[in-house]
Each structure stands twice: as structure tokens, then as C-alpha cells.
């Protein structure tokens, strides 16, 4: 397996935050300023340079035993400081399925 | 159905405790993510992206109802109250807790399932035919070949680390209904012209990334032999095959790069090697498996029962019937598919109390047996035919009898970017969007046999390049787009489809697959002339005219 | 890096010899198959042990015509997930009838241990401490086997039929 921090060239175009999955469950994690885990975006650090986002995903790929798979995704910061999923693929990790479960969740 | 014996058992067993102890380590931080990931895998744990997923085998597609009772108990117990079937007989469970994975495995393996090998680059489930044992005109039961095979390739030491995955398939009638040509190695059995049993070995199909058909590297090799000969084709593999790149690394690859012919010759030498050996099952060994599976005990029944004659007055009825009952070896039953495609639902979900319920109109109608095939649906295997009225209001009242098996909403759907760590696009929404625009019952009898298939990345879960219409999600400029090819088939003609033109926007497939569909049934030269067959005559550009000429 | 030989944490006796470097007079020796091939018969003649560092991409021909001779043939796991070397075991231990020290090197990690021992490897370089003290419990943890390998433990296919045997001959 390549290391993320491998691959040489971490280049952010925006806001971005480092996610992950919980070792033990599974669940979607965003990492914080205080170097934990929250699983809400809203709690998420955010990163707005390339020297940043390495930081930051070089602190939680140090945490091999909680998370798995860290990485750097987009965000988007509403005017109102909501922070948002930047793609289709963190929306869904975030908000959940785009469709309803076969039964209620 | 196959029972397990001490033996199997102890296996299990043995299993679920090393497994147990690996989590431990994990959680402890005494094994890296590094390390335990190919041991999570090899038990069909993945992680996706919302929770780990947890991929089940039903070898074979063979389900006892106490079994199924078993998956919907783990659907509720450990998930959240359903289960995904997927193409090559597993199913899935979409929100486990590695933590509670264990428990999960042991309860499974009461009854005797398991998750060995469901991913990881090993031999994965064996999967044969859904109406083995029952299906008219069969050369004999392929299950029995597909167990001596699971057990052989279950934790084999030797080809546990294999450059990539590796997958078999298994079927013993003149209709391919187990998708043998896009398996690493299909095997069609047969009769040779001593009557003895074999198999025309087929070596290097698969879909993804580069799709191929597989080639005959041997029109027939006896039943006695069959195991020398895979181990023959997996030590070749295992020691030539590419490890570079891990899109290479198929076997199917190997076959194309050194030819069918030369990679037959290697093969052949090795297996010289290796005929005359432990390997070669005796009829001993093969009765012991043999003996092991159970047939019920059919009734002598009359062709037309009575039942049948009344319940053939109500339309509802025969619709389901004529589109759902298929013909059986035994006189006065039948083998009835499920239909787990109900318009605007998830193709090949299942919740528990469907389960259950399944399991219990199993119990009663079929001696307790249920099946699972590669289109994501179920079905009964020996429902006499006596039962047909009353076993459709049971189905009918679950949501179990959609009359749309072989149809154009029958989808074969993978799970798409709404789960999938690997997706490009969303499969599920095109899917339901689909058999809404479909729903009309009368209509999709009228377009007959059509076959959609939908992944939503090029790994090509849900087969789309053999979908009579397959769909592939792509990802342009962070939008998602859909690839669309006509003219694939996965059954004994298999051919891979072919791009119809360019790529188009989420919002437009359903209008694109309409437009299809209305091409064909203005193209096709008669009722009787299925999509598949029209493609083949006029070949994809009066399809491609007619789809873009307003695009 | 402990070695685990039948199943005993052991001293490895063989030095290591790297593709440049002098090779020792006396003593075991372990040298990569480059530099075994460059004179076989030169190194066969020294009066203590050989043995053969054995890359797992490379056809086990040129070694077979020395194997006789040889007191050990170690194989690589580069990676834990690169299973060539457990082919190349078999070959060794089953076709070739290698009966010298066969030795697993590389990535050997616990839950390949079981796997090694059925291919035929009877010496592990464990790259773990843990793992090694590990070694007697790990490998107690499977009873059933499905395939015939060379190791000679009895399949679940055959303790079943010599079981219907044993049934239908008692009265």
C-alpha cells in the first residue's frame, strides 16, 4: 500500500478537511483541530494550503489503530461558515445515501 | 442441499476464532491496517463509504430456509435490517461494525455459511447454475463439482496469494445460466462419447477494466481430473501472472498476453505433472460428496392440477405465472424466480422480514430450499404446481411478485456511488428510475427479453458489458455520466456490448434507454425478435441515429 | 529477526552472504542464487553447509540439478501478499523431493504461518518477536484441511471415506 503522505503531490485547490473511517465501526470521521476525531463536518479542521493539508493528513495517518484510509477532500464554506461536502462523493459519505434505505433507518 | 458434517463445521469454526483473535490484534493496534487488510478481506470484510461492508458466500447459490432465517438475523442483529444479493451469489451487509464481526460469523456458521474468501486475491465463491438439480434436460447436478471445488480452493495453501482475485463458475446446461464465459475459469459440464463425465474448460473471461471472453483451453477434461487440472491453471497463474500493476494482474491478462495456445501448453505440461496424484478423485470421493446433498422427496403429481385451472381465470395470476414459473424436471412442479426488482426499489434487496418470510413459504411450498442467481433474484427451486395460486398471494402480499423477470426493469444494478468506496457514479437512482419508466407491466411484456445491466465504475460489478443495455457511470469534471453500450449478452453466445456513442448526463439516461428501446421496437422485424437479436441484425448505428439524432 | 525451525525459536547458523561481499571460508552459508550459479561446484565443495537465497521470479531449473546438495533453500516473500514463493515450496518439497531446510524469508507474518507449513516450509525467518512467540498456538489453530499437499496431513475428503470404510466394514 502507497502511503497518502506518499504521494508527493498534495496540492489543494480550496478549503479542504482529512477524513477517514472509524477502525472499530466503520463510521465516517472528519479530523479535528484538537488532532482527534469528530464524526461531524462541522467539527472538522480546515485546511487552506498545501503545507496544511499535508500536516494535517500526516497527524491522522499517524493514528493507524482509530481510522483507516485518511484522506484530503474538498469543502465548501457557505457565507454563513456552514461547512459543506465538496463533492458528490463527501456529500454522500456525509449526509447519506441519495436514496431511501429499504427500510427505515 | 449440501450438509455440512463435523469436518466442515470444525472448519468454520476454526475460522471464526482465528478471525476473532485478528480483530482483536487490530483493534489493539498490534496489526497495522497494512496487515490485517488482506485478512479482513479474505473474510469478506470491505470498507466502503459509510461503514465496512461484510459480503457473504451462498456457495453455489444453494440456501437452506433455516439459513436464510440466519442472513435476516444478521441483517437485524448487526445491520440495519436488509441485505444487498449480489451477481455472484453473496450477499451483503452494508453497515457492520468490525467489532461485532466475529459474533456475526459465529452466528452464521451454526449453519454452516461462511465469508471465507468472498474477497481478496484468492478463489472466490464458487457459483453455478440456480437451477441446479432441477433445471429439464441437465447433464447432471453441477453443484456437486461446485462443492468438491469450494472445498478444495478453501483456505488452499498454496493459492491464497494470487495476483489478483479469481473466480469460477460452473454449469451443466446447454443454457448458460451461471455466466460461465466471464469467469477466470467457466466449466461446462458434459458428457463425452463414452458417456463418462468431464468438462470443457474455459480459462480467462472477466469484465472490468479490460473485458475478455473466455477462451476453451480444453474441450474436455474427466470429472476424475478436474481438480489437478485448475491446480494446474492457478500454479501457472500464480507464478506468471502480473504483479505490477494491479490492472493487469488477471488472469484473463495472462491469457491474452501469452495467447490461449501457449498459455494451454504451459498449463497441459504442468498438469502432466500433476494428473496422477492425491488430486485424482475417485468415485469414493465423489460419491462421499455426492451422498451428501438431499433431494426431496417429490410427489407424483398431475401435470394441470385443478388449482391451476381456477387461478388461470384471474389475469393478475397469469401474468405472474407466464412470466415468473419456469418448467421443472419433475412432472406437476415448478422452479419460481422472485423477483427482488419491485419498481422503484434497490435492485437485489432484500429486508429481513422478507427474509423470513421467504424462508417460511420455503418451508411450505419448497421443501425448505431456496436459490439465489446471478440476475439478483431468488427463487424456489421445487414448488409443486398445485401451490402456484396460493404461494403467488403470499408472494404477492411481501412485495415478492413483480412480473417482471427477464424484463427491462429485471436490473442488474451494482451498488453505485450511494455505497461504494469505489464508484464513479450512482447505480441505484438510474436503476429506480428506470423501472418507473417502466412499471407499465403490459408494455415490458411487449418489449420482451431485454437485460440492463448498470455499474457505476469500470470494475464492472454490475456486468454492464454484457447487459443486452449496459450502463457504466463515469466521472466528468466531478459530474456523473453514464457510458452507454448496447448489444452484450452474458449466456452462452456471450459478447461484450458496444458504445453507442458519447457519454451521457445523469438526467438523460432513462430518456436515452427510452429512446433505445422505442428504436427497437421500431427496428425489429417482428414481435418475436427480442433487442438482443434486432442489435445483432443492424448492428448498433441505426440505434445510435435514432438516440442522438436529437442530442 | 527470529527463526522458527520445526517449530522451535532456533540460532540461525547460516551468514548471510550479500552479492558483494567475501565469502567465509568456514561456516554455514546462505548466498543469493546470482552468486550460487557463478560456480556451484565451487561453493558445493566447501567442508560446512550451503544453502541458496531463492527469488520468487525465477524458474526453480537452474536450481533443481543441486538440490541434493544443498543443506537449504530459502524463498522470498517479498511481500506477505506475493504468494509465489508457496508454489515454488511445493514444487521444491513434492516434484523435486527436497528434503533439506526450506526457509521462508521476507514478509513472514503469523497468519501465513499455517499456509507455510502445509506448502512444505519447515524453517520461518518471523519478521515479528511477537509472531515467533506466537508460533505453537497459531499453528494449532486449523484441524480440517481440504487439500492434499505435501505435508502429509490427511484431507477432510479422505478421513471421510476411510470413516464410510471403517462404517460399512464393521458388522
Known amino acids: ?105 | 442441499m449440501y450438509a455440512y458434517d463435523e469436518l466442515d463445521r470444525t472448519l468454520l469454526h476454526e475460522r471464526v476464532e482465528e478471525f476473532r483473535d485478528q480483530v482483536k490484534r487490530r483493534l489493539s493496534g498490534e496489526l497495522t491496517e497494512d496487515e490485517f487488510k488482506i485478512l479482513r478481506l479474505q473474510n469478506g470484510v470491505y470498507l466502503q463509504l459509510h461503514a465496512y461492508m461484510f459480503r457473504v458466500a451462498i456457495p453455489y447459490g444453494t440456501l437452506s430456509s433455516k439459513q436464510l432465517r440466519a442472513l435476516a438475523h444478521v441483517a437485524r442483529r448487526y445491520d440495519r435490517g436488509y441485505g444487498h444479493f449480489t451477481t455472484r451469489q453473496n450477499i451483503q451487509f452494508n453497515w457492520i461494525k468490525l467489532a461485532e464481526l466475529p459474533d456475526a460469523l459465529a452466528d452464521l456458521a451454526e449453519v454452516g455459511i461462511h465469508a471465507m474468501q468472498t474477497s481478496g486475491n484468492n478463489m472466490r465463491n464458487v457459483t453455478s447454475d440456480q437451477w441446479a438439480g432441477v433445471a429439464p434436460g441437465e447433464v447432471e447436478d453441477p453443484r456437486i463439482w461446485s462443492e468438491l471445488l469450494r472445498q478444495h480452493t478453501t483456505l488452499h495453501p498454496e493459492f491464497s496469494f494470487l495476483p489478483r482475485k479469481f473466480k469460477i463458475a460452473i454449469t451443466a446446461s446447454e443454457h448458460d445460466r451461471a455466466a460461465i464465459k466471464i469467469h477466470d475459469i467457466g466449466l461446462r459440464l458434459h458428457k463425452n462419447a463414452d458417456g463418462e463425465t468431464g468438462f470443457e474448460v474455459l480459462v480467462g473471461g472477466g469484465l472490468g477494466r479490460t473485458p475478455f471472453i473466455a477462451k476453451t483451453i480444453k474441450p474436455f477434461v474427466h470429472g476424475r481430473d478436474i481438480l489437478s487440472y485448475v491446480e494446474a491453471i492457478l500454479r501457472v497463474y500464480n507464478q506468471y501472472g502480473r504483479r505490477d500493476n494491479i490492472y493487469k494482474a488477471r488472469i484473463k491478462i495472462l491469457v491474452h498476453e501469452l495467447g490461449i495456445e501457449k498459455f494451454g501448453k504451459e498449463v497441459e505440461e504442468e498438469w502432466q505433472q500433476l494428473r496422477d496424484s492425491a488430486l485424482t478423485l475417485d468415485d469414493a470421493a465423489i460419491e462421499e460428496v455426492r451422498s451428501r446433498f438431499s433431494y426431496p422427496a417429490y410427489e407424483k403429481l398431475p401435470h394441470m392440477p385443478d388449482e391451476l385451472k381456477q387461478a388461470a381465470h384471474d389475469p393478475v395470476f397469469e401474468r405472474w405465472r407466464k412470466n415468473s414459473v419456469f418448467p421443472h424436471k419433475v412432472q406437476g412442479y415448478s422452479i419460481v424466480t422472485l423477483s427482488l426488482k419491485p419498481v422503484g426499489g434497490p435492485p437485489g434487496d432484500a429486508t429481513a422480514e422478507q427474509m423470513d418470510v421467504i424462508a417460511d413459504l420455503a418451508d411450505r411450498y419448497s421443501f425448505g430450499e431456496i436459490r439465489v442467481g446471478h440476475e439478483q433474484n431468488l427463487a424456489l427451486p421445487h414448488v409443486a404446481k398445485r401451490d402456484l395460486p396460493a404461494l403467488w398471494k403470499a408472494l404477492d402480499k411481501a412485495g415478492l411478485a413483480t412480473p417482471n423477470v427477464n424484463l427491462v426493469s429485471d436490473i442488474i444494478a451494482c451498488p453505485g456511488l450511494d455505497y461504494c468506496s469505489l464508484a464513479n457514479a450512482r447505480s441505484i437512482p438510474i436503476a429506480q428510475e428506470l423501472t418507473r419508466r417502466f412499471a407499465n407491466h403490459d408494455t415490458a411484456g411487449l418489449i420482451g427479453r431485454l437485460h440492463i445491466n448498470i455499474s457505476g465504475c469500470i470494475n464492472a460489478c454490475g456486468h454492464h458489458h454484457v447487459g443486452h443495455i449496459g450502463i457504466l457511470g463515469v466521472e466528468k469534471n466531478g459530474e456523473e455520466f453514464y457510458q452507454i453500450t448496447i448489444g452484450g449478452r452474458a449466456d452462452e453466445s456471450a459478447a461484450l456490448g458496444t458504445l453507442i456513442g458519447p457519454s451521457v448526463p445523469y438526467a438523460e439516461v432513462a430518456d436515452v434507454v427510452e429512446d433505445i428501446v422505442e428504436a427497437y421496437l421500431a427496428l425489429r422485424d417482428s414481435p418475436d425478435e427480442l433487442f438482443i437479436d434486432t442489435v445483432k441484425r443492424l448492428g448498433v448505428e441505426p440505434f445510435r441515429e435514432r438516440v442522438y439524432a436529437t442530442r | 529477526m527470529p527463526l522458527v525451525k520445526n517449530g522451535k525459536i532456533a540460532t540461525d547458523i547460516y551468514v548471510h552472504v550479500a552479492d558483494d561481499a567475501q565469502i567465509p571460508a568456514n561456516g554455514a552459508i546462505l548466498v543469493p542464487a546470482g552468486r550460487f550459479l557463478e560456480d556451484p561446484e565451487a561453493l558445493l565443495k566447501r567442508p560446512d553447509k550451503v544453502g541458496v537465497l531463492w527469488p520468487n521470479n525465477r524458474d526453480l531449473d537452474d536450481l533443481v540439478p543441486y538440490l541434493d546438495r544443498l543443506a537449504a533453500v530459502a524463498l522470498v516473500f517479498p511481500s506477505f501478499r506475493d504468494g509465489r514463493a508457496y508454489s515454488q515450496a511445493r514444487l521444491l518439497r513434492e516434484r523435486y523431493r527436497y528434503r533439506g531446510e526450506l526457509r521462508a524469508t521476507g514478509q513472514v507474518l503469523r497468519d501465513q504461518f499455517v499456509f507455510m507449513l502445509r506448502a512444505g516450509f519447515d524453517a520461518l525467518d518471523v519478521k515479528k518477536e511477537k509472531d515467533a512467540d506466537a508460533f505453537a498456538d497459531t499453528v494449532k489453530r486449523y484441524t480440517v484441511f481440504y487439500q492434499p499437499t505435501g505435508d502429509g496431513r490427511a484431507t477432510a475428503l479422505s478421513r471421510r471415506t476411510q470413516l464410510r470404510h471403517s462404517e460399512s466394514a464393521s458388522p
Open chain 1, 1 to 105: 500500500m502507497t502511503s497518502p503522505l506518499e504521494q508527493k503531490k498534495i496540492r489543494i485547490t480550496g478549503p479542504s478537511v482529512v477524513t477517514a473511517n472509524r477502525t472499530r465501526d466503520g463510521v465516517v470521521i472528519y479530523r479535528t483541530a484538537q488532532q482527534g476525531w469528530s464524526a461531524q463536518l462541522a467539527d472538522a479542521a480546515i485546511v487552506r494550503t498545501s503545507d496544511d493539508a499535508r500536516a494535517l493528513l500526516a497527524e491522522a495517518v499517524a493514528d493507524d489503530v482509530g481510522a483507516i484510509g485518511a484522506y484530503i477532500a474538498p469543502v465548501e464554506i457557505k457565507d454563513n461558515g456552514v461547512i459543506a461536502p465538496g463533492n458528490l462523493r463527501e456529500h454522500i459519505r456525509s449526509e447519506g445515501l441519495t436514496i431511501e434505505l429499504p427500510v427505515s433507518a
